[in-house]
């Protein structure tokens, strides 16, 4: 039987197991702020996440935030703009980015700062400037805990009575005859698996169920990072030897249901690779934290082969990924005690890993990493004499006002290898966050948010944009969702 033809006959036959006005695919930052908004718009709400835990990527990242002229900002007297925040995002995505959605996004990215600030969520006092950005313009959750972001937004959507619906995998989008999308089918994979007991809502018996959207779908599957498959389809060299910091659920499912409904896709074969990828541990780790919070900006990256310095440790991520694999062996990142404080917590429990190691002397550090006698001293010595000057070294980097030399031992070194952390590229979406068919029309009653979309980030995403953009534009989706007339 046609697949097509089955799928509209159920739609007639009014096969449904449940009913909301908003189904919502996907519980991590981008999911709950759409359900959340959706709810508020007055619209009946439903999530359904597929792991057995909310929160995605968002409850295992590190909690920082990208956004020009937030709060941070202007307490500390940091100059920024939303077109200074556009073009570096820009820059980073080669070009690529779709200016119109970058736009949106750089006007809203403070409100999203705000925004979960005004649900309990709160921050350090700390204000980073990340590689690629041109000024500080990073918030970060206290104790770099992402978690709290997804605890705060599901507090939320209990006090709202949105139900969420863990281990539920979307199968298909359902569409009818006017190739609207009117619900979902769903595989569930256990019993225990709603956070309600309305017996109107309570779908968790059984192992297929087709779910009727009476306005719209949300999908905030995530990328697909972890989808060795799919992935190695659209970039061979990212094959199963190269790691990945996203949480073992961010696969493509979500990604190609849409697809089949004739989803338009963008940019799936530009996947980011992290540069800070610890090569001792799998996964993001402390040592990764470390890398990115303290090694890249106060340290240098240094071959291991040569004692030299590879690339602008202040670079944007892909151009510091594609210095490190060009090497073709990990290489070494290096901070001295001054450097890395900025990360106490997190260098702490690496030196009781062994994935940081500490040397009294440079000398000492670069035997153990068999690098040619006295180069290191030498790399050290000229980048030392360049921080007290104001041009720029031979790979573009320029000092900053509080630029410091590597010269406080003991110095601190962890080895470093790119990991697969980010995929820009997933489901054209315009402004309102309306998904787009192969035609430049929106789909009818389909909107997407988070990592599942693409084109805002080009080539390659700037640290501390992913939580921001997730919120901005689930926020945006769920009540664009929200507001769509009821379907027949």
Known sequence: MDTNRKITDEHKAANWDASTDVIVIGSGAAGLSAAIEARLAGASVMVFEKMPATGGNTRISDGGLSAPDNFMQKRLGVVDSPQLFHDDILQAGLGLNHPDLVAVFARHAAEAIDWIWSLGVRYTGRLDQFGGHSVPRTVTIKHN???????????????????????????????????????????????????????????????IRHIRADRAVVLATGGFGSDVAFRTCQAPRLDETIGTTNHQGATAEGLTAALKIHAMPLHLSWIQLGPWGCADETGYGKGARFASYSVFPAGILVDPATGSRIVNEWADRRQRSDAIQKTGHACIGIVDDQGAKKEY?????????????????????????????????????????????????????????????????????????????????????????????LS???????????????????????????????????RIAGQNAAAIPPGP
Not at 152 to 181: E, F, M, Y
Not at 432 to 437: G, L, S
Not at 442 to 469: D, K, N, Q, Y
């Open 145 to 207: 805990a992402g978690h709290k972001i997804i605890k705060a937004l599901t507090t939320r959507c209990d006090q709202l009575g949105v139900p969420i619906h863990t281990r539920h995998t979307l199968a298909r989008l359902v569409t009818g005859n006017s190739k609207r999308v009117t619900g979902v089918c769903l595989s569930c994979k256990t019993s225990a698996s709603a956070s309600t007991s309305d017996p109107k809502t309570d779908i968790s018996a059984g192992r």
């Open 345 to 437: 917590d997190s260098l702490r429990s690496c030196l009781k890993t062994s994935k940081v190691r500490q040397f009294d002397t440079l000398a000492d550090l670069g035997a153990e990493c068999n690098m040619p006698f006295g180069s290191l001293e030498q790399t050290v010595a000229d980048y030392n004499l360049w921080t007290g000057q104001h041009r720029p070294d031979r790979f573009g980097k320029r000092p900053k006002k509080h630029t410091i030399p590597l010269d406080a031992p003991p110095f601190y070194a962890v080895r470093l290898w790119p990991k697969v952390h980010y995929t820009p590229g997933g489901l054209h979406i315009d402004t309102h966050a309306r998904v787009m068919d």
């Open 440 to 474: 430049h029309h929106p789909i009818s009653g389909l909107f997407a948010a988070g990592e599942v979309t693409g084109g805002i980030h080009g080539a390659g995403r700037l640290g501390g944009c992913a939580l921001t953009e997730c919120i901005v534009f689930g």
